[in-house]
C-alpha cells in the first residue's frame, strides 16, 4: 500500500474528481477526511470508504472561510494526529462571456478556487511545518490554467493562478520537505460535465479537440494524485502535471 497510515484532506470529494481521489487514497491505506458541501453526500462517500475497508470521516466546510479551516484541520488532527497530504480540489465552474461576468460570479470563481486554496494550503502548511516530517500538496488546476477557452475567463484565471501559486509554494516549502504540485485534468466526467457529455451533437463537436477523441474518467486524474501523494515522487515539486488526452496541445 502506497499511502499506508497516512492522512490525508481531500476538499471537495463527495463527488467527482474528489470523490475518485479519496477512494484511491482509502484503497492505498490512507485515513481521508472527506471535506467540502453538503453533509449528506460527504457522509454517504465516507461511509462507502469504510465499508471498502478504509478509514474515513467527513468534514462540512467551505473553503473561502477560514473558519471553516481551521475546523476542517483541527478535526482531522483531532481523529488522527497528523496530515500528510492534502488534495485542494474544491472548485466551481459558471460558463459566460467575458463581456458578461458579473463581478459577483468573478469574486466567486476567485474565491472558492484560488482564495480557498491558498487559505487551506497555508493552514496545513503551517501544520506539516510544526510536525517537520514533511508532506505532499496537490492543488487541482486544469488544462484551462494553462491555455484560455471561451466564455472561461474567470476561471481560466483561477486556474492559471493555481498553478504560479504551486510554485511559489514549492520554492518556499522545499527546505521543510514539503512538496507542491498541481494536476491539470482536462476534460473529465463528472456531475459538472454531465449536461455536455448528455448533449450528442455538443459533445461530438468538443471531442474533436481532444486527440484521444474521449471523456477522462475521474479514476484516472485519481491515479495521477496517487503518484504525486506517494514516496515516488519524491523528487518532484512545482511540477504541473497534464492529463488530457491530449487537448492542451491543440488549445495552445
Known sequence: MRLKDKVAIVTGSSQGIGRAIATRFAAEGAKVAVAGLGKEALEETAAFLRNQGGQAI??????????????????????????????????????????????????????????????????????????????????????????????????????????????????????????????????????LTKPLINNPPAIADYLRTIPMNRVGQPEEIASAALFMASDESRYMTGHCMVIDGGQVIKLS
Open 58 to 191: 467527513a468534514i462540512e466546510a467551505d473553503v473561502r472561510y477560514r473558519a471553516d479551516i481551521d475546523r476542517m484541520v483541527d478535526d482531522t488532527l483531532r481523529e488522527w494526529g497528523r496530515i500528510d497530504v492534502l488534495v485542494n480540489n474544491a472548485g466551481v465552474n459558471r460558463t459566460a462571456s467575458f463581456l458578461e461576468i458579473t463581478e459577483e460570479d468573478w469574486d466567486w470563481h476567485l474565491d472558492v478556487i484560488l482564495k480557498g486554496t491558498f487559505l487551506v494550503s497555508q493552514r496545513v502548511a503551517r501544520e506539516m511545518v510544526k510536525r517537520g516530517t514533511g508532506g505532499s500538496i496537490i492543488q487541482m488546476s486544469s488544462v484551462n490554467g494553462l491555455a484560455a477557452e471561451a466564455d472561461q475567463a474567470h476561471y481560466n484565471a483561477a486556474k492559471g493562478g493555481i498553478n504560479l501559486l504551486a510554485m511559489s509554494m514549492a520554492v518556499e516549502l522545499a527546505t521543510h520537505g514539503i512538496r507542491v504540485n498541481s494536476l491539470c485534468p482536462g476534460f473529465i466526467e463528472t456531475p
